[in-house]
């Protein structure tokens, strides 16, 4: 069993950033590849970002490339998700999620474990 747990959200102006972290708890952190995930009010889970059990490699929804990073550090059982020049658009609750599958995380909107979320708000 894996839990997760989001902070870092808050309410931001266009063109801000914020730092998310997901810290991890249970089994083995090194293990799980981990996501991020959104949902905006009315609209379905969409994936943001995941990152391999080494951190070797990362990939973004076209949406966020260039503007976030995901990053790891197994050390802290942590990941992050740093966002820059968030825009209105970014507004959604973000949902950390560790799966035993990189391709899985990528691929679909399944994962093994979920974060409870945390609100993200980018004012106009």
């Known amino acids: 069993q894996v839990q997760l747990v989001e902070s870092g959200g808050g309410l931001v102006q266009t063109g801000g950033s914020l730092r998310l972290s997901c810290v991890a708890s249970?089994?083995?952190?090194?293990?799980?590849?981990m996501g991020w995930f959104r949902q905006a009010p009315g609209k379905e889970r969409d994936f943001v970002a995941a990152?391999?059990?080494?951190?070797?490699?990362?990939y973004y929804a076209d949406s966020v490339k260039g503007r976030f990073t995901i990053s790891r550090d197994n050390a802290k059982n942590t990941a992050y998700l740093q966002m820059n020049s968030l825009q209105p658009g970014d507004t959604a609750v973000y949902y950390c999620?560790?799966?035993?599958?990189?391709?899985?995380?990528?691929?679909?909107?399944?994962?093994?474990?979920w974060g409870q979320g945390t609100q993200v708000t980018v004012s106009s």
């Open positions: 999620a560790a799966s035993r599958s990189y391709n899985a995380l990528v691929t679909t909107t399944s994962s093994d474990y």
């Open positions: 990152i391999t059990k080494s951190g070797g490699v990362t």
């Open positions: 249970g089994r083995a952190f090194s293990s799980y590849a």
